[in-house]
C-alpha cells in the first residue's frame, strides 16, 4: 500500500490508476481535497490493507500545516488512532460501502459533508441535492428536505397536538410575555419516522 505525495481535488480529473492496483481517493473529514492511494488488486481489502491505509492517511493528516491541534498527546492519539473509513456520504468503508472515494475520520470526529466552494452542488444517492452557501460556517441548502406535500402533511398531524407555550414569568407585569405555541409530532406516524431516518441520513448518524 502506497499513498502519492501529490495532493488533489475530489473534482480533480488528475486520477492516475496504477497498473494491478485499486486505487482509493481519501480525504480528511469534510475536505475536498486529499491523496490517491493504491492497494495491490485483491480479491477483497484484508484487515492489513485497511490498516495500512488508515495509518498512511492519518499520517498525511497530522503532517499537515492546518492540523486542528498543537498539544502532542492528541497528535498521538490522533496518530494511533482507532480511524474511520467512510464514504462521502458517511457510510462506513468497507461494511456499508464499496465506494473508492472517502474520508478518514479521526477518534475525536463525526463525519461532516464536503463544502468544496460556494455554489457547489453535489446530489445525493435518494437524490437530495447539497448546495454550498458558505464555507465557514459551513451551510448547505438541502433539497428537498420536505417536500410541499409533507409539509402539509406534517402541519396536519401536528396541529392537533398545539398548545399554548407553559413558559410563566416570574412578574404578573409580564405575565403573557410568551406568545409562542408548542407541537409536536406523533412519534408513530409514518411521516415523523421518515423525516427521522431523512435526518440521519443526511447527518450520517
Not at 473534482?11 to 485499486?22: C, I, N, Q
Not at 456520504?89 to 459533508?113: C, D, M, N, V
Not at 428537498?144 to 398548545?163: A, G, H, N, R, Y
Not at 407553559?166 to 406523533?186: M, Q
Amino acid at each position: 500500500v502506497f499513498v502519492e505525495e501529490k495532493k488533489i481535488s475530489c473534482v480533480s480529473k488528475d486520477f492516475r490508476v496504477e497498473k494491478d492496483t485499486t486505487t482509493f481517493f481519501i480525504s480528511a473529514n469534510g475536505n475536498h481535497e486529499g491523496w490517491l492511494v493504491h492497494v495491490p488488486n485483491v480479491k477483497e481489502l484484508l484487515p492489513c490493507h485497511l490498516y495500512m491505509m488508515k495509518q498512511l492517511v492519518a499520517q498525511k493528516i497530522v503532517a499537515e500545516y492546518s492540523y486542528a491541534s498543537d498539544a502532542d498527546a492528541v497528535r498521538q492519539v490522533d496518530l494511533r488512532g482507532p480511524h474511520r473509513l467512510v464514504d462521502e456520504e458517511g457510510k462506513a468503508f468497507p461494511q456499508e460501502t464499496s465506494s473508492t472515494r472517502l474520508h478518514l475520520l479521526l477518534p475525536r470526529e463525526a463525519f461532516i459533508h464536503q463544502a468544496v466552494e460556494l455554489g457547489f452542488v453535489r446530489t445525493l444517492s435518494d437524490g437530495t441535492t447539497l448546495t454550498t452557501l458558505s464555507l465557514d460556517p459551513r451551510v448547505f441548502l438541502v433539497d428537498p428536505i420536505l417536500p410541499q406535500q409533507e409539509c402539509l402533511e406534517l402541519i396536519e398531524i401536528s396541529s392537533k397536538s398545539l398548545s399554548k407555550s407553559p413558559e410563566k414569568h416570574y412578574s404578573d407585569a409580564y405575565k403573557n410575555y410568551r406568545t409562542s405555541w408548542t407541537g409536536s409530532t406523533p412519534s408513530n406516524a409514518p411521516l415523523t419516522n421518515k423525516l427521522w431516518n431523512r435526518i440521519k441520513f443526511l447527518s450520517a448518524m
